[in-house]
């Protein structure tokens, strides 16, 4: 029997991850407080129709399903937060003007996204609907910012991208269905052979535009000043430039430095303009990721901006973080002084154990309680 | 530092002379070595030698930041997590489907006929006939491809074939061209935007020694 064990790529957390990760969705939540974000909660399982914003085949692919004995209808494990929470701004709070949403909590996916994930990430993230500004992008940005450097990430690269560009150009040639896939794929791998080959039979300069996508990498605003001369001035191509312009600029009165990559298609099939993913050193995939997915809520009956971010707790939890909890050793016993004494410690912060005669292992202990000429006292554990 | 995945083979030999254009030189051959870390003359820069299948793997979670790949590998692989942005024009072949000598294939695939294919690349041979809208069981190996059709395993493999010397061998013969292989360079994605600085000269290096190489 071997009932013990889990599926692949599903673990429990243990102490001190745990420990690692509640501290983190603390410290999180209580920064989006501060920004003003409000907390929901949406379902582990809702119907399959309303956990994707639009066609999304990927997240359908990662979506566990079931059927509901209730109605007969196919029901899904959540893969993604984020068009949860896009149902509730839509069409449960139906608020006018500007709604900030933040959320936490487990999702499912049917595989993993590597094989040094889990299928259970912890996604925690913040959203805000209803402002189409670049201002609402600098506010998520700063705010994953802070995330990541709460959870002890200070050195963390930030790359820009705005999946308009494609979207603008592939319009322009009429590409569609597979020829739309295939470039879009093609530019995601950044295989500039494959996207030779796809694009050659298109207008020469649309052509030019699509290939010289990957090649429009780097840091400086000359990324910005290359695409206006390189990229066709079809319809959207303009407007794309201009907000990234404008989001570096913000950024960079933020202290928060860019690197652009216009060929960044990566996130999410929802997303249609900005998008931006967080790296770090010592980790193989973007530690947090975002970006704008306006018109959102169609769907469900309103169209909305919006734009966000998430990121997994369970990935970030790989970060140093301390192991031991120091707490005081108290004896057992039915003393009403030594009952309050223990009571007292706990009520100001400290974590007070109760001698049972066998060692404790779950705490470290550096200190003890004990009686000193009739008072309970604490002392360093020698 | 920089660690490049490589496997052994024609992969290493036809990766030399562009390392070697990057200014860099390993210290040992995989060949007489049975170390699977190399060092090479820069500090900076070491090797890692393994199987051409796994090369993929390797960077796509970054052991390695950067890797020679097959198109072949990278196909079946699916591309997940990597960059690949340069087509190193080495190691090339075609991936072909082949047949016993005196089959009648074309006759074998009128439309909604069923075929017994034996493989290693899987997802080709089934995006390949499912163009042609032909059915086909498939049948994985791993190796020795050429002998299923001789001894009744199956009707066709689809295979690699650079000078068609085993085929003929096996009494086989190349049927239909599925696609050119050649092998890729490929990226690891976040070293791509973390080590941007050190990792794109050696890139733009080998893009100028392979379009220089095409234009000779």
Request: proline share 4%; hydrophobic share 45%; charged share 20%.
């Amino acid at each position: 029997m071997r009932n013990w064990i889990l599926p692949e790529y599903i673990s429990d957390v243990l102490p001190r991850e745990a420990r690692q990760i509640e501290s983190m969705r603390r410290g999180m939540l209580d920064l989006f407080a501060c920004y003003g974000y409000e907390l929901v909660l949406p379902p582990l399982v809702e119907y399959v129709e309303s956990l994707f914003l639009h066609d999304d085949p990927a997240l359908d692919l990662k979506t566990f399903k079931l059927v509901d004995e209730l109605t007969g209808r196919q029901m899904g494990l959540r893969a993604d937060i984020t068009p949860q929470v896009a149902r509730i701004d839509a069409h449960i709070l139906n608020r006018q003007g500007t709604t900030r949403l933040c959320y936490s909590g487990s999702v499912v996916n049917t595989r993993p996204d590597g094989i040094l994930s889990t299928r259970e990430p912890r996604q925690i993230g913040a959203e805000i609907y209803g402002c189409a500004d670049i201002a609402a992008d600098v506010e998520i940005i700063e705010l994953m910012f802070e995330s990541l450097a709460l959870a002890g990430l200070k050195q963390v690269r930030l790359d820009i991208g705005h999946i308009g560009l494609f979207h603008a150009l592939a319009d322009a040639a009429g590409l569609k269905d597979d020829a739309r896939d295939q470039t879009f794929s093609a530019l995601q791998q950044k295989d500039i052979p494959t996207l030779r080959a796809v694009t050659a039979h298109l207008a020469p300069e649309l052509a030019a535009g699509l290939q010289a996508l990957p090649g429009l990498y780097g840091n400086s605003n000359d990324v910005l000043a290359r695409a206006g001369s390189l990229l066709p001035a079809v319809p959207g191509v303009t407007e794309a430039l201009t907000a990234l312009q404008q989001l570096a600029g913000a950024l960079a009165v933020r202290g928060i430095g860019v690197r652009f990559d216009l060929a960044e298609v990566r996130s999410s099939d929802y997303h249609t303009g900005l998008v931006f993913a967080a790296y770090a050193q010592g980790f193989a995939n973007a530690v947090a990721r975002g970006g704008r997915y306006d018109r959102v809520g169609e769907k469900f009956g309103r169209s909305r901006p919006a734009t966000g971010f998430s990121l997994d707790l369970r990935e970030l939890s790989r970060l140093p973080f301390p192991t031991a909890q120091s707490a005081i050793l108290a004896p057992a016993g039915d003393d009403r002084a030594l009952i309050d004494a223990v009571r007292a410690l706990r009520k100001s912060g400290e974590t007070v154990v109760i001698d049972l005669g066998v060692q404790p292992a779950e705490a470290h202990v550096d200190r003890v309680l004990r009686l000193e000429q009739g008072n309970w006292v604490v002392r360093p554990l020698v | 530092m920089i660690t490049i995945a490589l496997s052994k083979g024609r992969i290493f030999e036809e990766t030399l002379p562009l390392l070697a254009a990057a200014g860099i030189v390993p210290s040992e051959a995989p060949e007489s070595s049975r170390k699977l870390i190399i060092g090479t003359n820069r500090d900076d820069v070491r090797l890692i030698i393994v199987r051409a299948t796994d090369v993929p793997t390797y960077v796509q979670y970054g052991a390695a930041d950067l890797g020679v790949a097959g198109k072949d590998v990278l196909l079946e692989h699916g591309g997940a997590g990597v960059y690949q942005p340069l087509d190193l024009e080495i190691a090339k072949c075609s991936l072909m489907v082949a047949v016993q000598q005196g089959f009648d294939y074309l006759g074998a695939v009128q439309q909604g006929a069923r075929l017994r294919v034996a493989t290693k690349y899987t997802d080709c041979a089934r995006e390949h006939f499912a163009g042609k809208g032909v059915h086909i069981d498939l049948i994985k190996l791993y190796g020795s491809m050429e002998l299923a059709p001789l001894v009744g395993l199956a009707d066709c493999i689809v295979d690699l074939v650079s000078t068609g010397g085993t085929l003929k061998a096996n009494n086989l013969v190349a049927v239909e061209h599925v696609r050119d292989i050649s092998s890729r360079l490929i990226v690891n994605q976040a070293a791509l935007k973390l080590k941007h600085d050190q990792l794109q000269p050696i890139i733009d290096t080998f893009a100028a020694t392979v379009a220089a190489r095409h234009h000779s």
